[in-house]
């Protein structure tokens, strides 16, 4: 299966500061896509095609990437950002998860 | 609007079996796949496998086969997923969560928790 690998798991941002996090697959995936979870709610489609925001989601963030190596990044950091996010490859079964970046706001 | 409601939190005895609901509304049910995915210890996500609701047709992650049976009520437009010989291990929120073509899993049921407990 192909095993995605997010970095860091970790990390926090202080408000209007650049955040960029990044997504290693084992293999070569076609896109990938991008789930925002906050505690107690269900995870939220957040970029998929590897670079197309889901609906709702602020123009501040964006998704990029190729092959086996994949980002998604935040102009600018706000509050409501503070979440845990996850990318998942959606081009070979087993669809996988990454273990997800937590972020925090300082 | 799409809404997708999931049956509630389980506790059930290790070895018994069980079985979680997802009701769909808002949209055609068997015009879209329904996949199940399951959160363990608040974070890590698993798929666990799809149903196309129009046929019936299944996809399972390997790690689940035997584990986890999915089928449909196309009546009541509710997914069903079945847990078998329940451990410890299977202890986790359970989502189902209906694809939208290309656009990955678009819309999420509000999860089941279910607890494996003697």
């Known amino acids: 299966q192909i095993v995605l690998t997010q970095s860091p798991a970790l990390m926090s941002a202080s408000p209007g500061e650049k955040v960029t996090m990044t997504c290693s697959a084992s293999s070569s995936v076609s896109y990938m896509y991008w789930y925002q979870q906050k505690p107690r709610s269900s995870p939220k489609p957040w970029i998929y095609l590897t670079s197309n925001l889901a609906s709702g989601v602020p123009a501040r963030f964006s998704g990029s990437g190729s092959g086996t190596s994949y980002s998604l990044t935040i102009s600018s950091m706000e509050a409501e950002d503070a979440a845990t996010y996850y990318c998942q490859q959606w081009s070979s079964n087993p669809y996988t998860f990454g273990g997800g970046t937590k972020l925090e706001i300082k | 609007e799409v809404q997708l409601q999931q049956s509630g939190p389980e506790l059930v005895k290790p070895g018994a079996s069980m079985k979680i609901s997802c009701k769909a509304s808002?949209?055609?049910?068997?015009?879209?796949?329904m996949n199940w995915v399951k959160q363990s210890h608040g974070k890590n996500l698993e798929w666990i496998g799809l149903i196309n609701p129009y046929n019936g047709g299944t996809s399972y992650n390997q790690k689940f086969k035997g584990k986890a049976t999915l089928t449909v009520d196309k009546s009541s437009s509710t997914a069903y997923m079945e847990l078998l010989s329940l451990t410890s291990e299977d202890s986790a929120v359970y989502y189902c969560?209906?694809?939208?073509?290309?656009?990955?899993?678009?819309?999420w049921g509000q999860g089941t928790l279910v607890t494996v407990s003697a």
């Open positions: 969560a209906r694809d939208d073509y290309d656009k990955g899993f678009a819309y």
């Open positions: 808002g949209y055609s049910f068997t015009g879209y796949t």
